[in-house]
């Protein structure tokens, strides 16, 4: 399975950004698909995470102006982000998980900026 994350861009804040995943090969639908992101010297952090079934949960930090998503048809996850904070300025990362399997896709850079 590759992922390939796209979306990314500077953003003023209070801007919004869709960052989008898409996945190759098969049976996308039965993955739990994620998002993180990771600052300078930080450890990686969970976003955003849907489940097969579509149940989402979401970062405290992120609660109310994220919302993730998916097309199972197009084997697409995203990320809407809106009312963006400088403090949301990351690389973000893709992550599709399974039993016994687990992928992550490059980051693209959200920088959130006046």
């Known amino acids: 399975v590759q992922l390939q994350a796209s979306g990314g861009g500077l953003v003023q804040p209070g801007g919004s950004l869709r960052l989008s995943c898409a996945a190759s090969?098969?049976?996308?639908?039965?993955?739990?698909m994620a998002w993180y992101r990771q600052t300078t010297g930080k450890q990686r952090e969970l976003v955003a995470q849907?489940?097969?079934?579509?149940?989402?949960s979401y970062a405290d930090s992120v609660k109310g102006r994220f919302t993730i998503s998916r097309d199972n048809a197009k084997n697409t996850v995203y990320l809407q982000m809106n009312s963006l904070k400088p403090e949301d300025t990351a690389v973000y990362y893709c992550?599709?998980?399974?039993?016994?399997?687990?992928?992550w896709g490059q980051g693209t850079q959200v920088t959130v900026s006046s």
């Open positions: 090969g098969s049976l996308f639908s039965i993955w739990t």
């Open positions: 992550r599709a998980q399974v039993v016994g399997y687990d992928y």
């Open positions: 849907i489940t097969r079934g579509s149940s989402t």
